[in-house]
């Protein structure tokens, strides 16, 4: 059974264009994660969602756009791709814990975007 | 603003002996911070957390320690293997701020 799951593993595209990255997550957390790792394999956290719930929205472009629909469900919308764009995308999860503190992180495969 | 930083890109070493990696932080110290394997292709994957009133961690061969005082983690593999070889990331969580910030990782390398 996948723990956190992504579609698509891969992603290539043009410039300009609109595309979704789609993450469930089947163990019952609270909380989920994108997160994007460029080509040094710094991984950078975007946004963090609490019970469908915006609680961290790192500088992004608002070109990105999380939607929750529900709480095992986040995925990514990225309108006018770019190619400053290509990188990896992890989603991830995890429970919330005591005092708002987040707990360990599972971390889905992964998503690499080209865009040329 | 907050930095972490982890002392090298790569580290080289021989099968059986103690890896050791650092993790340096500035301001201020995180509530907790984690260690995460990752393999090539593939997502991080957990391994320990230390709290901020912790001072050491162990989990088989992997031990971790914090010292708020230095800002620094220590990540030690003891007797380690080939098996071992991965990038090792560590992370730091500010409960306040609900702020999550991961390092760039440590590519080890155990050579047989």
């Known amino acids: 059974d996948t723990a956190v799951s992504q579609t698509p593993k891969y992603l290539v595209t043009q410039m300009g264009n609109d595309k979704s990255i789609k993450c469930e997550q089947n163990?019952?957390?609270?909380?989920m994660y994108w997160y994007k790792q460029d080509s040094k394999k710094f991984l950078k956290i975007m946004f963090s969602?609490?019970?469908?719930?915006?609680?961290i929205n790192e500088t992004v472009p608002n070109r990105f756009s999380p939607k929750s629909p529900d709480k095992a469900h986040l995925n990514l919308h990225i309108n006018s791709l770019e190619l400053g764009d290509s990188a990896v995308y992890f989603c991830?999860?995890?429970?919330?814990?005591?005092?708002?503190?987040?707990?360990?992180?599972?971390f889905g495969p992964g998503t690499r975007l080209t865009v040329l | 603003s907050q930095k972490i930083e982890q002392n090298s890109e790569a580290l080289n070493i021989q099968e059986g002996k103690t890896a050791t990696l650092t993790c340096n932080y500035t301001?201020?110290?995180?509530?907790?911070l984690q260690w995460y394997r990752q393999d090539p292709g593939r997502g991080p994957v957990f391994l320990l957390l230390?709290?901020?009133?912790?001072k050491e961690k162990r989990k088989e061969r992997l031990k971790v320690t914090f010292d708020t005082t230095l800002k620094q983690s220590l990540f030690h593999i003891t007797a380690s293997q080939p098996a071992d070889s991965a990038t090792y990331l560590c992370?730091?969580?500010?409960?306040?701020?609900?702020?999550?910030?991961f390092g760039s990782g440590t590519r080890l390398s155990i050579r047989p």
């Open positions: 230390i709290r901020e009133n912790e």
């Open positions: 992370a730091l969580f500010y409960s306040s701020a609900s702020k999550i910030i």
């Open positions: 969602y609490n019970n469908k719930e915006l609680i």
């Open positions: 991830a999860s995890s429970h919330r814990g005591t005092s708002g503190r987040a707990r360990e992180q599972f």
């Open positions: 163990l019952g957390h609270d909380t």
């Open positions: 301001n201020y110290s995180p509530a907790y």
